[in-house]
């Protein structure tokens, strides 16, 4: 587990100094801060291995090279971590046409205005979905609930993290959808929508907000 930030120019892991960030250049045009790491540790190979022998076919057929960063119809969207999710497919959309940002309750936070700031000015952005879904434990909590739950279950005491639960999920996808509507570092003219994902159908239904 990390401790701490690389403010003063290292990483704490284990009361171990692990090194400096470096900056490097993704393909996507951002220049990102990656740790160097002095202090290494073998990659988890038996964790991962059906991930790495997937990929391993997956690269035969690869036909996406030419893409570029730029979201090629111009969507980005905000929605769950749920495993339910296929968001390119609930759309009839495929790798390069959109730019998917995901949490726990596809709750508009201060990391997504972030990203989408960038998404708007620079990486083709003109359209904006938040998209929640139905069977959300996100929403069917609250705040004080998921805390007591982790705390019951494994000892755990997460009350410094704000998990932005809600016992009115209509109400929060239009605060967030607002929140992102009025957002002043946000590109002009881009459209913002919020829809609710079912889970159990498959259909997204356009929320008014
Ligand atoms: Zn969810």
Redesign the pocket.
């Known amino acids: 587990m990390l401790v701490g930030t690389p403010l003063d120019g290292g990483i704490i892991q284990d009361g171990r100094r692990l090194g400096k960030p470096e900056l490097c250049l993704h393909t996507c045009g951002f220049s990102v801060n990656r740790l160097k790491w002095t202090t290494m540790s073998a990659f988890p190979a038996d964790s991962f291995k059906d991930l790495t022998e997937a990929n391993a076919e997956y690269v035969k057929s690869f036909k996406y090279s030419e893409l570029t960063g730029v979201a090629q119809r111009g969507l980005a969207i905000v929605t ?3 495993s339910r ?1 296929n968001p390119l497919s609930v759309i009839g959309m495929r790798s390069g046409d959109a730019k998917i940002l995901r949490n ?3 709750r508009v936070t201060e990391d997504v205005l972030r990203t989408l700031v960038l998404a708007t000015y620079l990486l083709g952005v003109k359209r904006i979905l938040i998209m ?2 139905t ?5 069917e909590n609250s705040e004080e609930e998921i805390h007591a739950t982790i705390d019951e279950q494994f000892g755990v005491n997460t009350s410094s993290l704000e998990f932005r639960t809600t016992n009115d999920q209509l109400g929060a996808l239009a605060t967030d959808v607002n929140r992102v509507r009025s957002y002043p570092l946000l590109n002009k003219g881009v459209s913002v929508g919020g829809a609710i994902y079912d889970v159990k159908t498959g259909a997204i239904t356009p929320v008014d907000c």
């Open positions: 769950c971590m749920d999710i726990a309750g596809a929640p879904h069977d959300c434990r996100m929403a």
